[in-house]
Structures are given as structure tokens and as C-alpha cells.
């Protein structure tokens, strides 16, 4: 099969390369998926399971991607819950070979129906940023209905799913970001936007949860806003700083198969949008996660058409 690989870490997504890989088996609780669509993080180059396995041995040439979507081609022993033709969506595993491939094999748990009437690229779009966001504010996050919420990148992939989701659930949503950014952050669900570039930060005033992607200075300012009982939720590592007297918490994004058909209802019935800023076929995948310039939003790699 056809598949995008690294084996250098220090050179980035520069490094990534289009080549044959034998086409992956299916252990047990395992399926194969045929992917027709397939989302890539670049932060995911710089993660020890990019490059080693769960017992710290070098895999490389590894496949990476962990976002994909497609077809059950095969069933590992004891594989339960899915069967073969059926469209599925999910989160690949973080130590495995990935999704920027013709086939991958992923634990089946890991993956949800996925709704005729939702297309691939969808699909593959929505694992990381919809599962981080639905985690982050509802499980780590305590979110209350009426609680007003400040996002950070509120304009970018993961960002869009927070400010949707938290306006829909009855928050009122404070977004950041680049003064380029401030129609699609409204669009996105923001009530309010801050541009970091030009605008105070400190001006918002008190509010019940902070959901983090930028860390730094960014982070500890944003710690003193919090106020008291509200948490700081961080996808940027640990925490630096911590709310006076509220929690800080730092987690890393999990597959779950109903959170995933939640994602997957509200995308169906009009509460959800992806942000999708470019698609692009496999061949001219390297390209794509290299550009030239800024994208702002997820980048899809169309496996099949």
C-alpha cells in the first residue's frame, strides 16, 4: 500500500516521504480500515509515539495521522461491535503505525459509526479536535450551563469546536486570537473577541473556565482571570500557572466511541461545523504539510476519492 512515513525526527514535516508499506494486519480487537480520508496534527512529529513503540523501541519508518475515516476491510479475533463495509470515524493509536496510509489497523473501540450522510473528509476532521474540545469542557473542564468560557485560538481547528460547543450548551464564549481571526472566531460561536495582538487581555474580566492552547505568558495572565471555583484546562502541556482558587488541569485527548456519535449527531443536524482549510490527495500530501503560508484550520488528505 501506499503510505507517508518518517524516520527523522529533527526534520519535520519536512521529512515526510510518499512510499509502499506492506498493508497492516488486524490483531486481536483490531480492525482494518480501508481510510478514505485521513487528518494529520503537526505537533504529532514531536511525540514519543511518533517514533517508538509503548516499550520505548524505535519504529521508524513509522506512518503518522491518527484522525481517520473509511471502511472496515477486516476483523481481528474477537473483534466485536463492527463489521466489515461498515463506515466507521475514529482515533487511530498514538504508538502505532497511523492513518496518512491506504489501510490502517486500529482497535475498534477506538472507532464510531460513521453516518452515510457525513462525508469522509469530514470525518476525518472531526477525532482530535472534537473529542479535545467535548473533553475539555464537559469532562475536565466541569462545565455548568451559563458559565462564560474564554478560548483561546477560538478561530483554529480545535478552537471552532470548543466556541461551538460551549455556546451551544449555554455558555457565554470569550475567543482570542489574531486580528485576522476575529470574523471566523465570531462566526464560530464568540461573543466576544480579543485580538492578543493589539487588545488587553486583562479586559475580559473574571470568567469560569479557560480552555488553553498556547501556554506561556498567555497561560499564566489567563490564570489570574479565572475566577474563584472555575478551572484553567490546558491542551499546552502542564500548566505553568494555576488560578488562585480554582484548578488547573492539563490532559491528553482519549478515543471514546460515544462522544464520537455525539460529535458526530450535532455535525449531522447543524450545530457542528469542522473547519476544513485545505484537502488534498495523498500524492500531494508532503506538499500540504508543508505550505508556504499560514493555515487556519485542519488540513485533510483525501486517501481515496
Same mark, same amino acid.
Do not use: C
Given at each position: 500500500?501506499?503510505?507517508?512515513?518518517?524516520?527523522?525526527?529533527?526534520?519535520?514535516?519536512?521529512? /515526510?516521504?510518499?512510499?509502499?508499506?506492506?498493508?497492516?494486519?488486524?490483531?486481536?480487537?483490531?480492525?482494518?480500515?480501508?481510510?478514505?480520508?485521513?487528518?494529520?496534527?503537526?505537533?504529532?512529529?514531536? &511525540?514519543?509515539?511518533? &517514533?517508538?513503540?509503548?516499550?520505548?523501541?524505535d519504529?521508524?519508518?513509522?506512518?503518522?495521522?491518527?484522525?481517520?475515516?473509511?471502511?472496515?476491510?477486516?476483523?481481528?479475533?474477537?473483534? %466485536?461491535?463492527?463489521?466489515?463495509?461498515?463506515?466507521?470515524f475514529?482515533?487511530a493509536? &498514538?504508538?502505532?503505525?497511523?492513518? *496518512?496510509?491506504?489501510?490502517?489497523?486500529?482497535?475498534a473501540?477506538?472507532?464510531?459509526?460513521?453516518? @452515510?450522510?457525513?462525508d469522509?473528509?469530514?470525518?476525518?476532521?472531526?477525532?482530535?479536535?472534537?473529542?479535545?474540545? &467535548?473533553?475539555?469542557?464537559?469532562?475536565? #473542564?466541569?462545565?455548568?450551563?451559563?458559565?462564560?468560557?474564554?478560548v483561546?485560538? $477560538?478561530?483554529?481547528?480545535? @478552537?471552532? /469546536?470548543v466556541?461551538?460547543? $460551549?455556546?451551544?450548551?449555554?455558555?457565554?464564549?470569550?475567543?482570542?486570537g %489574531?486580528?485576522?481571526?476575529?470574523?471566523?472566531?465570531?462566526?464560530? @460561536?464568540?461573543?466576544?473577541?480579543?485580538?492578543? #495582538?493589539?487588545?488587553?487581555?486583562?479586559?475580559?474580566?473574571?470568567?469560569d473556565?479557560?480552555?488553553?492552547?498556547?501556554?506561556?505568558?498567555?497561560?499564566?495572565?489567563?490564570?489570574? *482571570?479565572?475566577?474563584?471555583? #472555575?478551572?484553567?484546562?490546558?491542551?499546552?502541556?502542564?500548566?505553568?500557572?494555576?488560578?488562585?482558587?480554582?484548578?488547573?488541569?492539563?490532559?491528553?485527548?482519549?478515543?471514546?466511541?460515544?462522544?464520537?456519535?455525539?460529535i458526530a449527531? %450535532?455535525? %449531522?443536524? @447543524?450545530?457542528?461545523?469542522?473547519?476544513?482549510?485545505?484537502?488534498?490527495?495523498?500524492?500531494?500530501?508532503?506538499?500540504?504539510?508543508?505550505?508556504?503560508?499560514?493555515?487556519?484550520?485542519?488540513?485533510?488528505?483525501?486517501?481515496?476519492?
Open positions: 500500500m501506499r503510505a507517508i512515513v518518517v524516520t527523522d525526527q529533527a526534520a519535520g514535516a519536512a521529512g /515526510m516521504t510518499l512510499t509502499d508499506r506492506p498493508e497492516p494486519e488486524a490483531a486481536g480487537n483490531d480492525v482494518v480500515v480501508q481510510v478514505y480520508a485521513s487528518g494529520f496534527t503537526p505537533g504529532e512529529l514531536t &511525540w514519543p509515539g511518533t &517514533w517508538t513503540d509503548r516499550l520505548g523501541r519504529r521508524t519508518p513509522s506512518i503518522p495521522g491518527h484522525e481517520l475515516a473509511g471502511v472496515v476491510s477486516a476483523l481481528g479475533y474477537g473483534t %466485536r461491535g463492527l463489521s466489515v463495509g461498515q463506515r466507521v475514529g482515533l493509536d &498514538w504508538t502505532r503505525d497511523g492513518t *496518512l496510509a491506504e489501510y490502517v489497523a486500529v482497535e473501540r477506538n472507532l464510531a459509526p460513521l453516518p @452515510g450522510d457525513v469522509f473528509t469530514v470525518g476525518a476532521s472531526l477525532p482530535i479536535s472534537g473529542l479535545t474540545a &467535548w473533553q475539555g469542557l464537559f469532562v475536565h #473542564g466541569r462545565f455548568a450551563v451559563g458559565q462564560s468560557v474564554l483561546h485560538g $477560538a478561530a483554529g481547528g480545535v @478552537g471552532s /469546536m466556541a461551538q460547543l $460551549a455556546r451551544a450548551a449555554g455558555a457565554y464564549v470569550i475567543g482570542t %489574531r486580528t485576522a481571526d476575529r470574523q471566523a472566531a465570531l462566526d464560530f @460561536g464568540a461573543q466576544e473577541f480579543v485580538d492578543l #495582538g493589539d487588545d488587553s487581555l486583562e479586559q475580559v474580566g473574571a470568567v473556565l479557560v480552555f488553553d492552547m498556547i501556554g506561556g505568558d498567555i497561560q499564566r495572565r489567563s490564570a489570574a *482571570l479565572v475566577r474563584a471555583g #472555575g478551572t484553567l484546562v490546558s491542551i499546552a502541556g502542564p500548566p505553568e500557572a494555576r488560578p488562585t482558587d480554582g484548578i488547573a488541569v492539563d490532559f491528553v485527548v482519549e478515543a471514546d466511541r460515544a462522544q464520537l456519535s455525539e449527531q %450535532r455535525v %449531522r443536524d @447543524g450545530r457542528l461545523r469542522t473547519n476544513i482549510a485545505n484537502v488534498a490527495t495523498l500524492d500531494d500530501a508532503v506538499a500540504a504539510f508543508n505550505p508556504s503560508e499560514r493555515v487556519k484550520g485542519k488540513t485533510i488528505i483525501r486517501v481515496r476519492p
